[in-house]
């Protein structure tokens, strides 16, 4: 079993930059591909980005390609998201994800809130 906790979420105005951060603990010896994923109000939950178990590859929508980076340091059992030149759609809980082939384990989410 993985738990997951989301920390870095706030308020901040559009044009602004957050990072988040994802710190895993439990069986936390197998490394996951881990990923970013959001839900709005009313709306599907939608992938952010994703980075693979080396570090090596990274994966975003073309929805956020330019704005948003995933990092890993696996010393620190933790995945960042930084998300630049945010903008008030990209209010959301932000969720970190880690799996295999799939996303097994969640976290409980981070609300981030953008103002106009």
């Known amino acids: 079993q993985v738990h997951l906790a989301e920390s870095g979420g706030g308020l901040v105005r559009a044009g602004g930059s957050l990072r988040l951060s994802c710190t895993a603990s439990?069986?936390?010896?197998?490394?996951?591909?881990m990923g970013w994923f959001r839900q709005a109000p009313g709306k599907e939950r939608q992938f952010v980005g994703g980075?693979?178990?080396?570090?090596?590859?990274?994966y975003y929508p073309d929805s956020v390609k330019e704005r948003a980076t995933v990092s890993r340091d696996d010393a620190k059992n933790a995945v960042y998201l930084l998300m630049n030149n945010l903008e008030p759609e990209d209010t959301a809980v932000y969720y970190c994800?880690?799996?295999?082939?799939?996303?097994?384990?969640w976290g409980q989410g981070t609300q981030v809130t953008v103002s106009s």
């Open positions: 994800a880690a799996g295999g082939t799939t996303y097994e384990y």
């Open positions: 439990g069986r936390t010896g197998s490394t996951y591909n």
């Open positions: 980075i693979n178990r080396s570090g090596r590859a990274t």
